[in-house]
């Protein structure tokens, strides 16, 4: 509870920590927070997030760097996330790099890279194996080799 100058007592606020940008709204700049963030509308700068949902009439201009991101509108800009979910409306014209999760559902329209960043993740057995194996390249592929004999008739 807060108190006011004159003794009374306002409502405490409850937020639910999610920031909503509405259709009709258009935001200039960059966007940080703690919390999470719902677009529905435009935004022309960076976001910096824990967790953002971009509906089917939501478009980001700028890059997105967030723990988990949902994409269901269009992004013109680098994505960078832990958890990174596509939709099938979804339009991305940038790079993504995640580092446990990308799901992408059939219908996505994406240009751009996409890269598994592990970030101090250690390799493990299979990820040593599979390494080994392009290392190893031709190197050690057996060569076919085709010979013609010719009998020449006596």
């Given at each position: 509870?807060?108190?006011?100058?004159?003794?009374?007592?306002?409502?405490?606020?409850?937020?639910?920590?999610?920031?909503?940008?509405?259709?009709?709204m258009?935001?200039e700049?960059?966007?940080?927070?703690?919390?999470?963030?719902?677009?529905?509308g435009?935004?022309?700068?960076?976001i910096f997030?824990?967790?953002?949902?971009?509906?089917?009439?939501g478009?980001?201009?700028?890059?997105?760097e967030?723990?988990?991101?949902e994409?269901?509108?269009?992004?013109?800009?680098k994505?960078?996330?832990?958890?990174?979910?596509?939709?099938k409306?979804?339009?991305?014209?940038?790079?993504?790099?995640?580092?446990?999760t990308?799901?992408?559902?059939?219908?996505?329209?994406?240009?751009?890279?996409?890269?598994?960043?592990?970030?101090?993740?250690?390799?493990t057995?299979?990820?040593?194996?599979?390494?080994?194996?392009?290392?190893?390249?031709?190197?050690?592929?057996?060569?076919?080799?085709?010979?013609?004999?010719?009998k020449?008739?006596?």
């Amino acid at each position: 509870m807060f108190k006011t100058l004159r003794g009374f007592e306002e409502k405490k606020l409850n937020h639910s920590g999610r920031s909503h940008v509405g259709e009709t709204m258009q935001i200039e700049g960059d966007l940080r927070s703690a919390g999470s963030l719902d677009v529905a509308g435009l935004v022309n700068g960076s976001i910096f997030v824990s967790d953002i949902i971009i509906t089917e009439s939501g478009s980001v201009r700028g890059s997105i760097e967030s723990t988990n991101v949902e994409i269901n509108g269009h992004v013109e800009g680098k994505i960078s996330a832990d958890i990174v979910i596509i939709g099938k409306n979804a339009v991305i014209k940038g790079d993504i790099f995640f580092k446990n999760t990308l799901k992408t559902e059939e219908g996505a329209d994406i240009d751009g890279y996409i890269k598994r960043t592990n970030n101090g993740k250690k390799n493990t057995e299979e990820d040593i194996a599979i390494e080994e194996i392009v290392e190893r390249g031709d190197a050690t592929k057996p060569k076919v080799v085709h010979a013609v004999q010719r009998k020449e008739a006596v």
